[in-house]
């Protein structure tokens, strides 16, 4: 167990629905990362969090966004859903931002199907 | 931009050793990660190396050659629960690792 936890486990919704996926950082961790894992790709990097301010975005599309809480956990909106869209989506933490030792840990993923 | 080439997939028996390579084309490098991903299930850390030579840890020890853009995961005395994932993830100079497609490691009877 990595302390990060992430609802829900899974998720089955419909093209053109909305979801929302939930983050809970480590204790003591102010950096949240945003990935996406399909069978087709290895882990994509979307976006990080850095003590509730935006750090750095990578290939997210205009559909997708994301915020940081003042209580540290985060949020990954996904909307206007389309088929491809279906993948595992992981949320990573780690302490800082910038350190070369700082290290990522994983949640256990949100399984999102589009149907 | 990154590149992180490793296998798709390798097979090894049960107790024996198993090298598994990646190597990779970055501008600013900040270290190196290791992770093992069981099917449908979060990446777990197994070791980072930022300086050349290799960090041992039980079982698995990881190798780096900053100026080849190389390195290895070592498994020795396989077991069949070793059977996952294995992601090489370079951390260049954004401090964003940049994950490689991962290596499938089969390990039989």
């Known amino acids: 167990d990595s302390g990060v936890t992430q609802t829900p486990k899974h998720l089955i919704t419909a093209t053109g629905q909305r979801v929302t996926l939930r983050c809970s950082p480590r204790s003591g961790d102010l950096s949240v990362y945003w990935y996406q894992q399909s069978l087709d790709q290895g882990l994509q990097f979307l976006i990080q969090y850095y003590n509730g301010e935006e750090r750095a975005k990578g290939n997210i599309l205009e559909r997708f966004s994301a915020q940081q809480f003042p209580d540290l956990h985060s949020e990954l909106n996904l909307s206007s859903l389309e088929l491809g869209d279906s993948a595992l989506y992981f949320c990573?933490?780690?302490?800082?931002?910038?350190?070369?030792?700082?290290?990522?840990?994983f949640g256990p993923g949100t399984r999102l199907t589009v149907l | 931009g990154q590149n992180i080439d490793q296998p798709t997939e390798m097979t090894a028996t049960e107790g024996a050793i198993v090298q598994i390579n990646c190597t990779y084309q970055?501008?600013?490098?900040?270290?190196l990660f290791w992770y093992q991903q069981h099917a449908g299930e979060a990446p777990t850390f197994l070791s980072y190396n930022v300086l050349d030579g290799l960090e041992e840890k039980g079982r698995f020890s990881s190798f780096l050659s900053r100026s080849k853009g190389y390195s290895y995961l070592l498994l020795k005395e396989l077991q069949m629960k070793d059977s996952a994932s294995y992601l090489c993830?370079?951390?260049?100079?954004?401090?964003?690792?940049?994950f490689g497609r991962g290596t499938s490691l089969i390990v039989h009877p």
């Open positions: 993830a370079v951390k260049g100079g954004s401090y964003i690792p940049t």
């Open positions: 990573a933490s780690s302490v800082g931002t910038s350190g070369r030792r700082d290290t990522q840990y």
């Open positions: 970055t501008s600013g490098f900040n270290g």
